[in-house]
């Protein structure tokens, strides 16, 4: 598998196989006095269920004014869990040529480079779109099954691997070597919301409430948009909510899966 570019001025951010759009095509470029996308990384594909397709948020995003968001990755086993996921936040605009150098060295931003194949099935590609300049065009660079190795990779796709690894993980932990601050990251909530609703039993864990939609709850082959109104009544109650949080809507009870839209993302909407 080659990667490949995509040379766009402006385009809709693909968040998820066939929803949200993340980062699976072109990022879009922003008005010149909106942040646009420096550098995205986000996973697509993959033998997964198609609500996490759909779901998944980008793994970690760069912006030209310097915010740099990315999904937590900690994990607890205690149920329940966070009803949504957690994404974090920090500033440091002189961090930029320094995450695009450490992208540079990693070949993420290199659409001509061969990354190989290993020999493993249904497994998700990592995707990175980068763009240098309001205007510029728009690259994107698609690993298959990074972080895994095997027969058929030469030396220098694995060494290649590893380092695109590596800048992931340095991004999604706010590694110092990249993020030269001392400040911490911040917990980040977004102002706009997507869903995707399932009809579930209630356990003993759960808090059942009235849904407070517009629009009962219906099963969809999509995400859905929260409404202005909708957005700011779910940020109000995020603090109660957790996974084990249940919603009666036209004599059904059903399940929410959260997902935070990122600012450059269009929503669930822009797909229909």
């Not at 990315?70 to 440091?92: C, D, E, F, H, N």
């Not at 300049?133 to 220098?156: C, D, E, I, Q």
């Not at 859905?224 to 059904?252: C, I, Y």
Request: hydrophobic letters at 45%; a positive charge; proline letters at 9%.
């Amino acid at each position: 598998m080659r990667s490949r570019t995509t040379m766009v001025a402006a385009a809709t951010f693909m968040l998820g196989a066939t929803v949200l759009a993340p980062a699976t095509a072109a990022a879009p470029a922003a008005p010149a006095t909106q942040p646009y996308v420096v550098l995205s990384v986000s996973q697509s594909g993959g033998f997964v269920p198609m609500e996490w397709a759909h779901m998944r948020t980008p793994q970690a995003v760069l912006y030209s004014d310097g915010t740099l968001l990315a999904t937590s990755l900690v994990t607890t086993a205690i149920y329940p869990g966070p009803a949504a996921p957690t994404v974090l936040r920090k500033v440091a605009p002189g961090s930029i040529q320094l995450i695009l150098a450490a992208a540079d060295a990693a070949k993420v931003t290199d659409p001509k480079f061969d990354w190989g194949i290993p020999g493993v099935a249904d497994v998700p590609s990592t995707d990175f779109i980068s763009q240098r300049a309001p205007k510029g065009p728009t690259t994107f660079v698609s690993v298959y099954a990074l972080g895994m190795t095997g027969p058929g990779l030469t030396r220098t796709q694995v060494a290649a691997r590893k380092a695109a690894a590596g800048l992931v993980s340095d991004l999604t932990s706010f590694s110092g070597t990249l993020i030269p601050t001392k400040s911490m990251p911040t917990r980040w909530v977004s102002p706009r919301w997507a869903f995707w609703a399932t009809p579930a039993q209630a356990d003993e864990f759960s808090v059942v409430r009235r849904w407070f939609g517009a629009k009962p709850l219906r099963e969809s082959t999509t995400c859905v948009d929260f409404t202005t109104t909708e957005n700011r009544t779910l940020v109000s109650l995020l603090p109660k909510l957790n996974q084990a949080s249940r919603w009666l809507s036209d004599g059904k009870t059903w399940q929410l899966r959260l997902r935070p839209l990122f600012p450059h993302e269009a929503g669930c909407a822009a797909q229909r």
